[in-house]
């Protein structure tokens, strides 16, 4: 499975963004997908997750903010973005999970999110 991420950028604070991950491979084998994000000096942290049956779930820091979304068609998952935020700041990874056999995590290029207060 590989992902490609895309939509970072600079925004002020309150303003939106869309990201996109595109997925291509064995996807049929992938169970969900989520966003991460990691901050300069801290660790990683799980955003958002879709599973495959459409089932989300958020990180409390972004509840009623962001959105998570797919569009099979195109095998691409989206998080929009809205009322940003500076401590939104990060670079923002896709992740894919595969459950069985066995848990694999695939991983793609992170992408920039600045926002500037």
């Known amino acids: 499975v590989q992902l490609q991420a895309s939509g970072g950028g600079l925004v002020q604070a309150g303003g939106s963004l869309r990201l996109s991950c595109a997925a291509s491979?064995?996807?049929?084998?992938?169970?969900?997908m989520s966003w991460y994000r990691q901050a300069p000096g801290k660790q990683r942290e799980l955003v958002a997750t879709?599973?495959?049956?459409?089932?989300?779930n958020y990180a409390e820091s972004v509840k009623g903010r962001f959105t998570i979304s797919r569009d099979t068609a195109k095998n691409t998952v989206y998080l929009q973005t809205n009322s940003l935020k500076p401590e939104d700041t990060a670079v923002y990874y896709c992740?894919?999970?595969?459950?069985?056999?066995?848990?694999?995590?695939?991983w793609g290029q992170g992408t920039q999110v600045t926002v500037s207060s």
């Open positions: 491979g064995r996807i049929s084998s992938i169970n969900a």
């Open positions: 992740n894919a999970r595969r459950s069985w056999p066995g848990q694999t995590d695939y």
């Open positions: 879709i599973t495959s049956g459409g089932i989300t």
